[in-house]
């Protein structure tokens, strides 16, 4: 019986794609030329190389030879860009021919057919010929010939891919791209309930994944592609544990590089001790000299983060949190500082409403901004008396603080979620320039948040899942199974510092208290960590899966006891300041260093003054400094009032 003709789609195609062999005796790298191609087979795409003549006995070589002591291979940065506008170059018949395993042996290299289903990875390499090298690993741990793309063509190829992969960047290794089936349905679900976007996500999925930054937040912010895969699945081996680098066929074997530390503790952490808050700030008055200067910032600071500040005094202290004014100013010296403040405010604001709707139409970027800033405020807080309404003047302060920032910081601009944080500022201050300036400060700590390239916030991730692995490693095991060890369920809490995960009124209250910067930077992380925490419980005991986690921590919106997380926070900090076995990546992750020289601060010292405090922060940061060693931070009183 005569075989059916198999139907495929022919969806990318390019010449002069050379498939190296390495021939190691001779110290030769054999080239064979050919063509790549993306082609569908009833509906299965599959990458085929295949030269240029069929019988590759016959196919002419190029070969390379190296010299002694070339080879290695050079970091390359590489992205590998977002899924464009398709189009299927032709559609044939033809008939069905036996397929070419992946792997051959070695050589007997001629035409190769890989299901995109079974790539596993990809990475980008560069060797010292300067040629650019695209090197396959199979799901079996098995490496393809390296792939030189001699008439370019590489980008477009991985575009082409993405129209039935994800290629997410591996953290071990910033050449390597591991490969991700789409699931298009459950990222559509996912998004729908984790409500980032204000409309319905049936037609978001794609624009996501062409532009995440642009798309998330339409509703938030720059939210990357990292929703899987953008963590290192620990309970998983990778393929490419098990290759020796003689068995590559690499022209020369990659560096070993050490990737990512196991983050577990040697010895047990040790109990957690029980935390409880303190009295908020309600005496500012003691704290002030004769000429207004304050006399003790520290132990302020330490107020604040164990009980906050009475609301009364909120307008006046947040100023010295959010540097508008310095704490050892006096009171003659701050109005002079206000004046100057409100002169310059006001340029700035000046500048922007000058623009005429001419020039507007010319400078698309402030056209924008302005467009940007207007929808956003419109749906900023408006359960708040402050503002509610559509002639609510609170709306308008909103909307001009905004517009004169992006004046003030044009190159980063507006960028949506920023309303979230200019909005508790304006009702504590209720004064536009205050909060203008109050929201300066404010951005100099998140800014990083806001930048598109995302780093700061793959990074604060990637640190949460560091001390998530010390904190519970079963939790995150489970996670990882769950293929949610992105912690990509976070990410909202991270970008606004949980604006949008308690009431407006705790919201006061914990930002005070991560203004400080106490007990560390990333405190933040740590009321992370012990939400997660609280929760494992209902995640591992329910069995959630990828989209009900996302769906389960969605809803934890305005459930979460603010005490109770700031004390579970700090009692993991002390736990883990009390093991004397603490990893090295935890201890960056809390900034545990110690001066090399007992000499320069003494642990029971008390800055008086901004100049120290600057001084000494600046000492913390030199690299000379050694890890932390079991004992007392010392940027953390041990004792709390």
């Not at 030769?28 to 082609?39: E, H, K, S, W, Y």
């Not at 008439?151 to 050449?175: C, F, N, T, V, W």
Request: net charge negative; aromatic share 10%.
């Amino acid at each position: 019986m005569e075989a059916k003709p198999e139907s495929h789609k022919l969806i990318f195609e390019k010449e002069g794609v050379y498939l190296h062999t390495n021939a190691k005796r001779s110290n030769q790298d054999t080239a064979i030329p050919g063509f790549i191609r993306i082609v569908e087979r009833d509906g299965e795409p599959a990458m085929e190389w295949s030269p240029v003549e069929e019988d590759v006995r016959n196919a002419p070589a190029v070969f390379y030879t190296k010299k002694d002591g070339e080879g290695g291979e050079e970091e390359t940065k590489f992205d590998p860009g977002y899924e464009p506008d398709w189009a299927v170059i032709s559609t044939v018949k033809q008939e069905r021919r036996q397929e070419h395993p992946p792997v051959r042996e070695k050589g007997q290299w001629g035409s190769f057919s890989l299901p995109l289903s079974e790539l596993y990875s990809l990475r980008r390499a560069r060797f010292s010929l300067g040629r650019n090298f695209l090197v396959l690993t199979t799901r079996g741990g098995d490496p393809l010939p390296p792939l030189h793309f001699q008439r370019g063509g590489a980008r477009e190829l991985l575009k082409a891919m993405q129209r039935y992969i994800r290629l997410a960047p591996s953290p071990m290794d910033g050449r390597l791209f591991l490969a991700y089936p789409h699931d298009s349905g459950a990222l559509s679900q996912s998004f729908d309930e984790l409500h980032l976007f204000d409309e319905t996500s049936a037609d978001l999925v794609s624009r996501f994944i062409q532009d995440p930054y642009a798309t998330t937040f339409g509703g938030f912010s720059k939210v990357t592609n990292f929703f899987r895969g953008a963590l290192p699945h620990t309970h998983q081996e990778s393929p490419l544990s098990n290759r020796s680098p003689q068995d590559a066929h690499c022209p020369h074997p990659a560096d070993e590089e050490p990737g990512f530390e196991l983050i577990t503790c040697g010895a047990e952490l040790g109990p957690r001790p029980q935390v409880k808050r303190g009295k908020p700030l309600d005496n500012w008055d003691q704290f002030l000299d004769p000429e207004g200067r304050v006399t003790d910032p520290q132990k302020v600071k330490e107020l604040v983060f164990r009980g906050g500040i009475v609301p009364s005094l909120r307008r006046e202290v947040w100023k010295f949190l959010l540097g508008f004014y310095p704490w050892n100013s006096t009171t003659k010296e701050r109005e002079d500082i206000l004046r100057v403040k409100t002169d310059e405010y006001f340029r700035m604001k000046v500048q922007w409403k000058s623009v005429s709707e001419e020039q507007e139409m010319r400078n698309s970027l402030f056209r924008g901004y302005r467009s940007l800033i207007e929808r956003d405020v419109n749906r900023t807080d408006r359960h708040n008396s402050f503002f509610s309404g559509n002639e609510n003047p609170g709306l308008a302060l909103l909307h001009d603080v905004l517009m004169t920032y992006c004046m003030y910081n044009f190159d980063l601009g507006y960028v949506q979620g920023m309303s979230d944080l200019l909005s508790p500022l304006l009702f504590v201050t209720q004064n536009e320039v205050e909060s203008f300036w109050c929201l300066t400060g404010f951005m100099d700590l998140v800014h990083q948040n806001f930048e598109e390239s995302q780093e700061a916030m793959k990074q604060q991730l990637l640190q949460l899942s560091v001390l998530l692995r010390a904190l519970d490693p079963e939790l995150c095991d489970y996670l990882d199974s769950q293929d949610s060890g992105s912690l990509c369920f976070c990410f909202r809490w991270l970008l606004i510092w949980f604006k949008r995960e308690f009431s407006f009124e705790d919201i006061l209250s914990l930002w005070e208290v991560l203004w400080t910067r106490l007990p560390c930077e990333n405190f933040h992380l740590l009321m992370a960590s012990s939400i997660l925490e609280s929760q494992k419980e209902e995640l591992i005991g329910s069995n959630h899966d990828f989209n009900s986690i996302l769906k389960h921590i969605n809803e934890l919106t305005m459930k979460l006891d603010l005490q109770s997380v700031l004390c579970g926070a700090e009692a993991i900090y002390l736990q883990l300041t009390h093991c004397k076995e603490l990893p090295s990546k935890v201890q960056e992750v809390l900034g545990l260093r110690v001066p090399c020289s007992s000499s320069d601060e003494s642990p029971n010292s008390e800055p008086k003054e901004t100049d120290t405090l600057l001084a000494q922060s600046e000492a913390r940061g030199v690299s000379s400094c050694q890890p932390f060693n079991g004992q007392t931070p010392q940027r953390i009183p041990p004792t709390y009032p």
